[in-house]
């Protein structure tokens, strides 16, 4: 009896959890400015009910009963996953909870416009309220885990990454990297860009013709404008999003590209476990690396760029004169730069991004760093391993990110756990199907989403990530392919 | 400690209801079709868990210690709209509630589409089964409040209005309408209307304009497109629809103001009230009477005409040869018909199909109509009312309109007694202010907007109809003000 209230209670919050995902699309969709506060608040109390739906002493019996019952293996998992969640979230009290998300939903609102407006003394006010909730947070977390704050916090993402295992994996990047970035950006040069302006409708029906090649479900989704992009929504209904450059269409066409691979994820987890914890996707490693892998596997390759240049041609051709082939394509995308803006960067120098911000979280997140001197260590580590400054330019510095703004500490490890998830994974998919490039240049990407479907999205939380790498590649999760892949295209 | 628990609770309350407006409107103008179901059955459990809030035995307890505490005035109007609330939720079972939101889910969706289709026989399996778990609402409901069925249903909309109290005001209006019908229809005649096509994009801008001078906070809200225009979002944020046809702007701009006058109000509620049942709108009536006030009293007035119409000829004057001007416009907008659609339908034959509507519930919910019969009780009440023949014409008949497939009854009649609450609000504002109908010929609508605010709007449910009624007009709601202005405008 115990495992079915466990179902029950986590169907409920599953229903919670469809009603907030579609009101956080809203809000970074639609909503006006003057709903923001309101917005904030309703946000605030609903996630407490939540809260308390899972922190309900009940479920610890629950759970304890279920252990003793005889469980499918499917139940099994989805138990050991409803555990995972129970004990982080009975480690942090309902009222820091509420605090947390009111700072969170001001301090992201806020960020829209400070951004833009470079307004760090402005933004100050608002984060660090919200970092000091931040860390009582990790700090209880910890406390309830038994471990490091921070590495608490990685554990929300990663279970069974810390901060050491991804020092040890970040070591070996930060070894081989800055060879591969040099010789990258000498091989790089100069490319010639296709001359805007490529109108935002036409962008969007691009974005829309890549989405329906890459098997993206639109009757199970929809493509907005967001000044961040994500992939939100529910698995029966994503909600992706882009924003235009009217300049320069490329950039959104592979953020598209991007968020499409998280949605396949979603649209295909497994029909009958949707509404509970095991329904879900493994984690956001995992989830990146299906983003990745369609971004940079698939859609920075010269096979699927052949096959999408007459569609530009199409789209754009009158507008704009360019030798629509992947010939021209692929150095445009593919270029290696040393840049300021995380998002935009290239495969390469990604990682980089990431170390600075992983690196920068364990001095916040400890009290080594207050928050007031975030910008003065952003800028030492930017010209550390990228050589740029970014002194007075907080919007392409520390204000570059939702992530903060939204107290979102503990996440970035995972875009570059994500790229060698990616890189793993295609690796092998190729070994299975050698003939998927080629099915790539004609728009079929039909064999990539069965292997993908079979091999890791149908599987949802089934496995723990160790054993749903080494069930689909043989391996667990390893840096080998990532830079096997860099070498493979750069040197 | 009483009262402060119950505002602690229904706050909670007003936030799951937030995110279910935005669902809500989201599900209406957003959300693809295969999102339907998962979305159905996620605002089916939140349904229940807001039910459960409401009807937890606590709150019972808490209203009983909060009678004897010392309240403010608006803390006992907030208490009496609480204890309403309560005794009409412990009135339904949270099983029966659950049922009912996902029977109404997938009936209301599957409505959009086997209405265009005309699509009876595809509908009755779906709305058989509805109305079957609505005519247990309704049993329930009468039982726990103790009155008939119908009447139960009535008071969740109209508190104080019941079966013979509204039968009474309608057979004024079957006596009286009559003959203001024929009339009208006679003095209608032919109108030459502008010729389309007014482009989507471009009637969203008049509507636009309309809604700016109507006094609409853009900051506070937003128009979109959904298949049956509302009003829906929180007070914070009002998400007002519309609908375009191509070939007809006008009633796409009416059905704009219309939906602005709810919008005004829930934009004016009072502000430190908003989270509780007595910062709420007043009811139904009185709501539809702010809309009504907006469309009929100021939309369809000459003097705000003769500021639209420059407009009117800006924004599509270039494609459209018409004399632009309220002496063209008026005889148009004020044009009165029999006609099939409830909708559409002009203010004077209007409350005929309410009338329509309010007998064929009683008998439905009563069980003395079967729902496969319902078609034929329709046409006949059709040809009685206004001479016009349904016969296999389901989508301009029975199926008509959102409430029914949504499971919506005892609601109709809110329509006529808002149009009653219109003649009478506007006829008390006129004789307060009578340079009104000069400034909407400026497109200034600040006095009346002041007026509503003052004497409405403002006072969220600190009043019972009756009250507010009488406070804001000097006497109870009654037929006499909206016949002397059909009278007036008519005959």
């Not at 099994?76 to 409803?82: D, P, T």
């Not at 091989?187 to 829309?208: A, D, I, N, T, Y």
């Not at 300021?340 to 960067?345: L, Y």
Request: net charge negative.
């Amino acid at each position: 009896m115990g495992y079915k209230l466990l179902a029950d209670r986590f169907k409920k919050i599953d229903s919670i959890e469809h009603l907030m995902s579609v009101a956080h699309w809203d809000e970074a969709t639609m909503m006006p400015d003057g709903g923001a506060e309101s917005r904030g608040q309703a946000m605030a109390q609903v996630g407490v009910l939540a809260h308390e739906l899972i922190t309900d002493p009940n479920v610890g019996e629950w759970i304890e009963k279920a252990k003793a019952e005889n469980l499918s293996e499917w139940e099994s998992s989805n138990l050991r996953e409803i555990e995972s969640q129970w004990r982080h979230k009975t480690s942090i009290p309902s009222d820091l909870v509420e605090a947390t998300a009111v700072a969170r939903a001001k301090c992201g609102h806020a960020w829209r416009s400070l951004r833009p407006a470079n307004d760090w003394e402005g933004f100050l006010p608002l984060f660090e309220p919200l970092i000091s909730l931040v860390r009582q947070q990790a700090q209880a977390l910890g406390d309830g885990l038994g471990c490091d704050p921070y590495d608490a916090l990685i554990d929300q993402f990663e279970p069974g990454q810390t901060q050491s295992s991804i020092a040890a994996t970040f070591a070996q990047l930060k070894e081989q990297l800055p060879v591969i970035i040099e010789a990258a950006v000498e091989k790089s040069g100069r490319v010639s860009l296709p001359k805007g302006p490529f109108p935002k409708e036409l962008q969007k029906q691009l974005g829309e013709v890549a989405m329906r090649h890459l098997g993206f479900d639109f009757n199970h989704g929809r493509l907005d404008v967001s000044h961040h992009p994500f992939c939100g929504g529910v698995p029966k209904d994503v909600r992706i999003t882009t924003r235009y450059d009217e300049e320069n269409f490329i950039e959104s066409l592979m953020g598209v590209i991007h968020e499409t691979g998280h949605a396949r994820y979603e649209q295909n987890l497994p029909d009958e476990w949707l509404d509970q914890p095991v329904g879900k996707a493994r984690g956001m490693g995992v989830h990146e690396g299906q983003s990745l892998l369609f971004e940079n596997m698939v859609g920075h390759s010269p096979e699927f760029l052949s096959f999408l240049a007459p569609k530009m041609a199409d789209t754009f051709g009158s507008s704009s004169e360019f030798d629509w082939s992947a010939g021209s394509l692929t150095p445009i995308v593919n270029r290696v730069e040393k840049s300021f803006i995380r998002t935009s960067a290239d495969e390469v120098t990604y990682p980089m991004h990431v170390i600075l911000r992983f690196e920068l979280e364990q001095q916040i997140i400890s009290g080594s760093l207050e928050v007031r001197d975030i910008p003065e260590a952003w800028d030492s580590k930017m010209q550390a391993y990228l050589g740029l400054s970014t002194k007075g330019d907080f919007r392409n510095g520390c204000m570059q990110d939702v992530h903060w703004p939204e107290g979102a500490f503990g996440y970035f490890p995972s875009y570059t756990l994500g790229a060698m998830t990616a890189a793993q994974l295609y690796e092998k998919a190729l070994l299975d199907h050698p003939e998927i490039p080629e099915k790539l240049s004609q728009g079929d990407t039909s064999l990539l989403n069965t292997w993908l479907r079979e091999n890791v999205w149908s599987k949802g939380s089934f496995y723990t990530v160790d054993e749903l790498m080494t069930v689909a590649t043989g391996a667990k999760l390893s840096s080998r392919p990532f830079i096997d892949h860099l070498k493979s295209r750069y040197l």
